[in-house]
């Protein structure tokens, strides 16, 4: 992959440090921001599970609040680099989870079904505690690239990832319901879950975001690689596992019609692959601070 | 001012019993003029479904009681013989009005939250106001009941959920498919159930329903009911069954109507698009081997009771939240009530302060000019007005009791030197 200019030099954490006791706001945004993901999750869940009519009132401006929260948040962040993302794994992960809410605000606004809202909202949640976690333990250095093509290929990737995410929990929602009716269970999930048909055009529309993001991704990627006239490594690691799942996701758009498999066997592929995908991004946060 | 009401119901009464006291539309109103024309009410209704005749009464001497009223429908009836008093339910004041509450907000239904109730109980205020027989007293009780139904419906989920087989096969078929109209129904048997649960799919926009019957001319009489005119004959249907979406069967047949191998060609046949099989028939209609099918949703009766139970079960959990709101209002009907006990002392001083205005304005009729006049009127009234405010406002005030009403009557009567209230003001 490239090797873009890098503008940041100095150790993550001494950064981090110094951008939050010089600067008020962030430290308020960034203390802020993960009790808000916690508490739209929570205001989602108690109306999912209780249909508490005061949670029901407050979760949508919860959600709006939280998104406008963490832009504000990456704005005053990145303002400190001359707004350019730090390819961290705290930035990406924190990425993920506004890109996620922002999917699924649009998807609430759009279809004015909320009925999926807590899934999403804490597994977004989730993220972005794991980003205070690491911005917290984070030694190694956080680099700010500058670049379009870089641009394109790190929000392209952001954006694919979320739709991975979306597909594979739309993917478990659909199984959890499949087997309800099935099984003649006509309980809480039975009543408030979206029905199958509903769930399964959601899959499919992320499952084409999905390819489409990582398609540019990979075009992206491979441009700057060119630009910066460096050579492409093929045998590279993360190369490679985009590649692969560049490659699933575009089998998993062509197998229904090809070999006719249904949405439940599609489920189980997508779900398969998103928390193979979590995990990898899970285990090269952990080993490098960095994703390039 | 007293309101009555006695009646039967399905609590107090069997069927028959219920049958043999119920009221046409045309029995109502001969009932209810009846009442009201012979002096003995002054306001009169009677809500009658196949579940209830209850009357609501507000009577006009204290003779009309709960036992005589119960006696006047028995023998207006003849059904002596049949029907007892112990038959009947008895209510009064607030309990007729919390009964009238529960009725149209469907609580007090045999299946619990049935909507039909409502447009019941309008029905017969409907006729009791055509027939002049519902006065300022039924009136305000019956709005505050329709403003009580209407809370519950936008409040609660008191009504929703099917509770009715064809109603939870619906449901099922929503819950697997989103949009019914771009969905291929079809109809296996024009029997009652079939068409109930046609009218019901139809009811949620599918268009596309084909119906086959043994006997085509009933499948043909039904799909022209329901507009879709789409008949396949019952030798042959086996031949489309990969065409639909959804099959509904409600045929009487001691073989199965569908079974295993023939579903599972249709299923290869589409691809293994999801299929929902409702079997509405007793004994079943389709072979339960076909369940077992990849996406192939097989439900029967016992399987959407299931539905239907845990719907009710949703419905009964609302009821604190119904209570809560009958208490409301009938805490303000109460009020309202007592209002009207206050009403003849507020004519009375009124009428006092009006009498005193004109004696003194008579008194310069002759000595000031008209335009003069019309300016020392105008004045006097924006005084009395700003005196009386504050005793009328008192006099109406909603944290009354019942109790302490009189008491506050009479000091205001014995202040402003009142006459004693007219009978004809009661």
Sequence with gaps: MPEPVRIERFPYRLLMANIFLDNNILFLLTQIVPLLYIMTAALYGVHFFNELPQAGKLKQPALILTVIAHVADLGVLTSMEGYRLSYSAYNLLSMVALTLTITYMFIELTTKSDKTGFFVITFAAASELFTSFLAMHSSGSGPAFSGIGIGVHLISAIFGFSSIAIAGLYSGLYLVLYRQIRLNRFGLLFQRLPNLEALELLIMHAVAFGFFFLTITLIAGGIEQRSSGGNINLLEPKLVTLVTIWLLYGISLFIRPLFGWDTKHMAVLLIALFVLITLLLFVMSIITPTFH | MNIISVGVNHKTAPIEIRERIALSEVQNKEFITDLVSSGLASEAMVVSTCNRTELYIVPAMSEVNCDYLKEYLISYKEARKEVR?????????????????????????????????????????????????????????????????????????????????????????????????MKKVLLIGAGETGELAAKHIYAKNARNIVITNRTQSKAEALAEELGTNRVLPFETFKEHLHEFDIIITAVSTKEYVLNEPEMQQSMARRRLKPVIILDLGLPRNVDPEISKLQNMFLKDIDALKHIIDKNLERRRAELPKVNAIIEEELVCFGQWINTLKVRPTIVDLQSKFIEIKEKELERYRYKVSEEELKRMEHLTDRILKKILHHPIKMLKAPIDTADTIPSKVNLVRNIFDLEEPNQSHQ
């Design chain 2, 85 to 181: 008093p112990e038959h009947f339910f008895n209510r009064f004041y607030c309990g007729t009005a919390r009964h009238l509450f529960e009725v149209s907000s469907a609580i007090d239904s045999l299946i619990l939250g049935e909507g039909q109730i409502l447009g019941q109980v309008k029905d017969a205020y409907r006729i009791a106001a055509e027939m002049g027989t519902a006065g300022i007293l039924l009136t305000r009780l019956c709005h505050t009941a329709f403003s009580v139904a209407k809370k519950v419906k936008t409040k609660t989920k008191l009504m929703e959920g099917a509770v009715s087989v064809s109603y939870a096969a619906v449901e099922l078929a929503q819950k697997i498919f989103s949009n019914l109209s």
